[in-house]
Structures are given as C-alpha cells and as structure tokens.
C-alpha cells in the first residue's frame, strides 16, 4: 500500500511541477512576443496602403484628382514596404535567397489596383535580391525583382473582395445593414444630427457622384463624408493643413466630423460581425481563413528542409478583411455607448498567424508605421476560448469552426448558390464558342459514321486497313504542309 501512495504522490508533483513550467514557459512567451525561433510557417493578412479618396467632388476636383480617386498614395507605398521589411527582419527564415522564392512564399490579392499595388510594395520590401540569386542587373536588379501575385476575378472573388455576384446572400446582408435594431437606435438617438446634415450629405454626395439620403442609406452617406474627412486630413500639409474639404467649410466642425467618424466605425463593426456576430463574419472571411489553414496544415506534412515547402502566404486585402480576422478571433467587439469605437483598420495593418512547430499557432497584429519617425505597435491577439498565446492548431480550428467555410459546397448553400460549378466565374466567349462547336460536330460525325464515309468518328478494325493506310499517308501530306508552314513564317521574320 506504501509504494502505491509513493508512486501517486510523485506523479501527482511531477504534474504540478510540469503545469508550472507550462505556466512560465507561457509567462516567458508572453513578455517575448519578438521570439520567433521556432516559426514554421506565417499567414499574413494586410489592408492596403493609404490611398486617394474614393469619393471626388466632381464638381471642383481636377481630372487627375478625379483619375486616381481609390488608387494607393505615395505613402502607401512605403508603408508596405516598411511592413515588408519589418516581415523580413522578423522571419529571416523564410526566404532561402533561391532564384524562385514563389515556390515557398504565396502572394494573393484582390483584383483592385491598391491591393495588387500594395501586396507588390510588401513583397519589395520582403524580398530584396541583393544578396540572393535574383539579382538580374547591377543597378535595379540589385533591389528589386519581379514577384507574381495571384488574385481572382473581381465578380468571382469569395476569399478576399466578396462581391454580390460571388454571394447574394452576402450581399443582401451588407444592403440590409441600415435596417437592424443597431442602426435603427442609432438613427433614433442621433435623430438632430441626421436633420441638421441631410440636405448638407444630399449635396456633397451627388457631387461626388453617388447620392446618398442619410435618413434612408445612414451608414453609406456617413461613410461617404468620413471618407473625404479621413483623406483630406491625411493629405493636410499639401492641402494647407484643411480638417476636412473646402466643399464643406460651411456646415462642417470637428464635433460632427467626431461623429461621422463614430458612425464609420460602428459599421465596420456590423460590415465584419463584430461582437460575436459569426454569421457575417463567417462571410467575410470564411474562405480566407479555409486557404489558409490549409496552406498551414500542408505545410506541417511538407519536409521542413523541402526547398518548395509554403513558407508564408499573403492576402492583401481591404479594411474589412482586417476586421473580419479580428472579429472571427473574437478581437473585434463594440459598445454603442462608447465615446470612442476603434473600427475601422488602419492603412497597411497586418493580422499575423504564426504556426510553431510544435503545432501551436500565435497570433499578432501590428498597425502600419513610417519607421523612424512612427514606431510600430505589436500585440497578441488571444481567442477567449483558447486564452493562451500559443494555441494548438486543431483546437483553434475547432474555437474558429463556427467561422471557417468547410468545402465549396457548404459556400453555395450559404450564399444561394446551388450546386458549385467547376467554373469560378462567366464563361470566357472562347469557351462558349468551343462548346458551341462540339456541339455540332458530335451530330456530324454520328451521321458520317452511319453513311460509311471516311471520317474521323469511323470505328477502326482490322477491315480497315486500306482506311488507316489512307490516314497514314494524310497524316504525312498534313506534315509535309505543317513544314511548308513553318518554313514560310522563318521566311518572313
């Protein structure tokens, strides 16, 4: 009986003394957040760069104001490559300096110019060919090198941009925002402040291009003002220090500009299922989050010194991509009563999730920053469910389940799609007329097999050999012809 108390109590003690080296160990990972040691791979996803206002003042705004409204400013392009950098010193790993470094790292954006323009100003940033053998010249080639980034049909895109026609069912949920209880309450309390800017928003909006009545499309019409106040007071020392447009210097005040702002950023609550809304986000960002587990999950079954093992995987993407991240990680929540509401994602912010290879997975999020003068910010984002720095792969997809899409099926039931097509998009007119022309020669060709001629759908036996002797010497007279062709165009070059 002695022993078996003997043996129990030091099992008992090596567990607590186990469960306390787990609690340092955690502890210690929690106060390093630099440690990257052990990464075995990293899924990034980022939000484009700054950019020029979406909505122009047509009326006062020159045609080149007007032609780059949306695309990335000068500053967003150096705040992608300063994340790129930062990505780089961070996980020096992750690049071998091989010639083909695509084959360990994926770069995916939507199709929008500032995405693409983004995601290539982070890959300058992360992959500098000095050193390495992607060195192409001695001037350029010794800074820059060329790096493929995919991306999907604007229409068809379900993992980034998510558009009506890739989601109805999405897409009737981001029209339907201004008709929950949220929206209602907030337009009943905020019922003085709506009176006073309509016909103000009514105005600026029409010249901007896309009307808006803030008593019926509230949350639209406040995004539309916030947008040009945001742009314009980030554009400030060439603009003459402005806090908002000239358009609207006289109803426009920093206390409504404040409330504009509030209002945007209750809607990206809403737009990425903040406070626990996992259907929208789940919408949002189910397929995203799908891609990349799985790139994760093959990437663990891949040889780690395996030159073509995944690496990292990028998605450059929208503010909402962002939120929606930080809201499926349960990091995204709101209240109304709040005087101030952080929502809507900064230019160029990262969500990051490290995969370890003891098969544990951190994730991080960094604000975007112009080094030296801006220092970055880095911090642990900890799932409620998993409240640990490194949470265990498989238990975090089983917290994220209600979260991520299972298959291409269970996509198209959500968003009203029927059964999935093998098509991810309208069908080119290319394919139309290729199908279009099988489907008249298959009708010929029976009707040449049953009159016995000698076409191509003719069954071969061993009757036919004067046929197949005739197919021989037409194949050799269409060779001949193929030579004769290729030698007239060497002729012409």
């Known amino acids: 009986m002695e022993w078996r108390v003997v043996v129990k109590f030091v099992a008992v003690s090596a567990l607590f003394f186990g469960m306390e080296r787990v609690e ?8 390093n957040i630099s440690d990257t040691s052990t990464v075995q791979m990293v899924v990034v ?14 009326s006062s705004s020159s045609r080149a104001e007007i032609e780059r409204k949306g695309q990335l400013t000068e500053l967003g392009v150096l705040q992608l490559f300063h994340q790129g950098q930062f990505l780089r010193n ?6 071998d300096g091989e010639i083909m470094p695509s084959k360990r790292i994926m770069a995916m954006s939507s199709e929008v110019d500032r995405t693409m323009n983004s995601a290539q100003a982070l890959l300058a940033g992360l992959l500098p060919p000095q050193g390495t053998n992607r060195t192409w010249n001695n001037t350029l080639g010794g800074l820059w090198a060329p790096f493929p980034v995919h991306n999907v049909l604007f229409d068809s895109d379900s993992i980034i941009r998510v558009q009506a026609d890739a989601c109805p069912e999405y897409d009737k949920i981001r029209k339907g925002i201004n008709e929950l209880p949220i929206a209602r309450e907030l337009r009943a309390r905020e019922q003085l402040f709506i009176e006073f800017v309509r016909p103000h928003v009514l105005k600026y909006s029409e010249r901007a291009g896309e009307k808006r009545d803030i008593s019926e499309k509230f949350f639209e019409a406040c995004e539309v003002i916030h947008d040009a106040i945001y742009y314009i007071r980030r554009q400030s020392p060439e603009k003459g220090g402005r806090p908002w447009p000239a358009a609207m210097d006289e109803w426009m005040n920093n206390t409504l500009a404040a409330k504009f702002e509030f209002i945007a950023d209750i809607r990206m609550h809403i737009m990425a299922g903040g406070n626990g809304d996992l259907t929208t986000t789940k919408f949002r960002t189910g397929n995203l989050l799908r891609d990349a587990f799985h790139r994760m999950n093959k990437s663990l079954t891949e040889n780690g010194q395996d030159k073509s093992r995944t690496t990292m995987a990028i998605y450059s993407g929208h503010d909402e991509n962002v939120a929606a991240m930080r809201a499926a990680f349960g990091d995204f929540n709101f209240d109304i009563n709040s005087p101030t509401v952080y929502g809507v994602p900064h230019f160029g912010a990262l969500v990051i999730m490290e995969l370890h290879y003891n098969d544990t997975i951190r994730v991080l999020w960094k604000n975007a920053s112009t080094p030296p003068e801006e220092p970055y910010e880095l911090k642990a984002i900890i799932h409620p469910k998993c409240p640990m720095a490194f949470c265990p792969r498989n238990r975090l997809r089983a917290v ?16 009203g799609l029927g059964v999935p097509s093998i098509t991810t998009g309208p069908l080119e007119p290319a394919v139309v007329a290729a199908i279009v022309l099988a489907i008249m020669f298959i ?32 194949a050799k007279r269409r060779a001949s012809s193929v030579r004769f062709v290729d030698q007239s165009y060497q002729d012409n070059l």
């Open 24 to 31: 340092a160990a955690e502890s210690s990972t929690l106060s």
């Open 45 to 58: 996803v980022h939000r484009h760069g700054d950019r020029y206002s979406l909505k122009v003042d047509q």
């Open 90 to 95: 961070r996980y020096p790993r992750i690049d």
């Open 400 to 415: 994220l389940h209600d979260v991520i899409v299972s298959s291409d099926e269970e996509w198209a039931n959500m968003c």
């Open 443 to 474: 009708p010929a060709c029976v009707l040449a097999y049953i009159v016995g001629k000698r076409g191509g759908c003719r069954k071969a036996s061993g009757e036919n050999l004067p046929l197949l002797q005739d197919r021989r010497s037409n």
